[in-house]
């Protein structure tokens, strides 16, 4: 089972990992609400999954303008 953690914000690959425990408890994903596991997680059809997360870039930037993460959601 390969994850791949993506930037949601610029799609840069933030990190892949290969674990055997696929199961949600597994990999942590029970801690998330419905909602965020269905707007982080997406099961792709050749078995990986790729997890949106947030790269240190974007991170720093959004630290930089509170107003950017307001933003980004008013997009979405
Ligand atoms: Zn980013």
């Keep these: 089972m390969t994850i791949h953690y993506v930037c949601?914000?610029?799609?840069?690959?933030?990190?892949?990992?290969?674990?055997?425990d696929c199961s949600a408890e597994g990999l942590g994903?029970?801690?998330?609400?419905?909602e965020e596991r269905q707007s982080?997680?997406?099961?792709?059809?050749?078995?990986t999954i790729t997890v949106k997360t947030i790269c240190e870039d974007?991170?720093?930037?959004?630290?930089?303008?509170?107003?950017?993460?307001?933003?980004?959601t008013f997009i979405q």
Aim: one cysteine or more; aromatic letters at 8%.
């Design 8 to 20: 949601r914000h610029c799609d840069v690959q933030v990190g892949t990992l290969n674990q055997n």
């Design 29 to 34: 994903f029970h801690q998330l609400t419905q």
């Design 40 to 47: 982080m997680i997406e099961y792709k059809q050749d078995g």
């Design 58 to 72: 974007c991170h720093d930037a959004m630290e930089r303008t509170p107003s950017y993460h307001e933003l980004d």
